[in-house]
């Protein structure tokens, strides 16, 4: 027999479980991811660029013996002017002078065999084979004089052109070796700039979109000075890989300027390309899908979506962008790699974290 207490259990318990069926579930919600997001504008193109230039010499020559030998003489300082013609260095003649000597007796013995085979040969005594020979002792002696002549030349050095003596690279009384430099001369009747080129401006620009160059030095302070351009070496740097120009100073400067100096050149060019402006985004806000394609994310109401874009080169710390995205929308600008397809996010803006609200 079932007891009353029983009953009532059997009773109460499917009404408490449609009790709790009818309560709804508790679900903990994942929070929106905080990211950075900035509004994409258009720019007019960059037309005004800052370098840092090195001074340099026009030409910058390392002088050298094309003989070798004790040298005697070497009359310079460091930093001394010089006209050419002006004597840099000079050997130890005497042994030259023996050797043009012996040279000039030979050359002498030689003719004068000559002149008798040639009697000889006249008078049918002498054979022609023996002529020959006389008249090749004869060549030769007079090449060997010619020789020792030259040599002579070469042992005194003196200055190609109106320079400035830069360095001494040997002492007095050394023995030297043909071809090792002895000093360095400068011409220093122009002085030039040459500064560094990124590949993406020697691509873009062209001379005639030039308005002006100018360069300053920190030692004279608010004056700056016209450069005019050079040369442009066609063959990038091997550490940098930026390719370099060379713009000339004028000559009326107001101060000792020497090679090795450095200034600060500013060049302002003319790219308003029928007033067409670009678009540029942080370098941080571009992504890469595995083939290597660029994309943004562009933040869309709540979340975010991929969007795929064609760069065209970097410039600083920003890339830009040919085509995906149109001025006033927005992109996210850290973290890209952490998103995906669709994630709900919480938009900050860059500019107003950092305190550039307009």
Do not use: K
């Not at 929106?32 to 193109?45: G, I, K, N, Y």
């Not at 000889?120 to 084979?129: C, V």
């Not at 220093?188 to 620009?205: K, Y």
């Not at 992504?287 to 290597?292: E, I, L």
Request: with cysteine.
């Amino acid at each position: 027999m079932t007891s009353p207490r029983t009953t009532l259990i059997s009773l109460l318990a499917p009404l408490a479980l449609l009790a709790a069926c009818s309560q709804p579930v508790e679900t903990e919600e994942t929070p929106a991811r905080r990211v950075l997001v900035q509004t994409v504008e258009t720019t007019s193109p960059q037309s005004r660029f800052e370098f840092v230039g090195r001074v340099e010499a026009r030409i910058s020559v390392d002088i050298a013996f094309q003989v070798g030998g004790q040298l005697a003489e070497l009359p310079l300082a460091e930093g001394q002017q010089i006209a050419a013609g002006d004597l840099i260095a000079q050997l130890d003649l005497e042994d030259f002078r023996r050797a043009e000597r012996e040279a000039r007796v030979q050359l002498q013995q030689a003719r004068t065999d000559f002149e008798r085979q040639q009697t000889l040969h006249e008078r049918g005594i002498a054979s022609q084979a023996a002529l020959d020979s006389a008249q090749t002792q004869f060549d030769l002696r007079s090449v060997a004089l010619e020789t020792a002549s030259r040599n002579l030349e070469y042992a005194t050095l003196t200055a190609p052109f109106d320079g400035l003596v830069s360095r001494r690279l040997v002492d007095a009384f050394t023995v030297v070796s043909p071809g090792q430099p002895v000093a360095r001369i400068q011409d220093v009747s122009e002085l030039r700039l040459n500064i560094p080129v990124s590949e993406d401006m020697v691509a873009t620009l062209n001379a005639d979109d030039v308005i002006s160059v100018r360069a300053a030095f920190p030692f004279l302070p608010d004056q700056t000075f016209p450069l005019e351009f050079r040369e442009m070496v066609a063959e990038p740097d091997n550490a940098s890989q930026t390719y370099h120009a060379i713009l000339a100073l004028p000559a009326n400067l107001p101060a000792n300027i020497l090679p090795g100096m450095t200034a600060t050149v500013w060049a302002e060019f003319d790219r308003d390309n029928g007033g067409e402006a670009e678009i540029l985004v942080p370098i941080r806000a571009i992504g890469y899908a595995p083939d290597g394609s660029p994309f943004v994310w562009v933040f869309a109401e709540d979340h975010v979506e991929r969007r795929a874009v064609e760069t065209n080169g970097v410039h600083g710390d920003s890339v830009t962008i040919l085509a995906g995205l149109s001025e006033g929308e927005q992109i996210v600008t850290a973290g890209v790699n952490a998103l995906v397809e669709g994630m709900t996010v919480r938009p900050i803006d860059e500019q107003a974290r950092f305190g550039r609200t307009q």
